[in-house]
């Protein structure tokens, strides 16, 4: 009886670690290809976040980096047309907050962003972006 009843006392702090862990991973995005193929995945991040230890989302506004987290992005859209200040490094980003403003930067190439499917885990460079949404 005593085990069951610390058992049931357990169950809503697991419960709310269970919600804690869930909210620290990354959000779900859908990562749209050039070609147009969406691919939604759980736990969104970039390359520059785990390989920097930067945001989620560092962007470039001249030469000053400015890090964003997804959880303060709506959608990301890209248009690699758009000249840069060097266009083998960086490629020209439209990014949308949630409280409705959009801006142009520049973002490294070369970043992947990607995350969990069911079928493992997928990953583009932001070259290879036409858009990221982001999922709530």
Request: hydrophobic share 35%; with cysteine.
């Amino acid at each position: 009886m005593k085990t069951i009843r610390i058992f049931l006392l357990l169950i809503p702090c697991l419960l709310s670690q269970g919600s804690l862990l869930a909210q620290e991973r990354g959000p779900r995005l859908r990562i749209t290809d050039g070609d147009g193929q969406a691919t939604v995945v759980e736990g969104g991040t970039s390359s520059s976040s785990s390989s920097c230890n930067t945001s989620d989302f560092p962007v470039y506004v001249g030469e000053n980096r400015v890090d964003m987290d997804f959880k303060e992005l709506t959608e990301v859209v890209v248009h690699p047309q758009r000249p840069t200040r060097n266009n083998q490094v960086y490629i020209s980003v439209e990014i949308f907050t949630l409280d409705g403003r959009s801006d142009m930067v520049e973002m490294v190439r070369q970043i992947r962003i990607g995350g969990r499917t069911g079928d493992g885990t997928f990953g583009l460079k932001v070259e290879d972006i036409q858009r990221v949404e982001v999922l709530r």
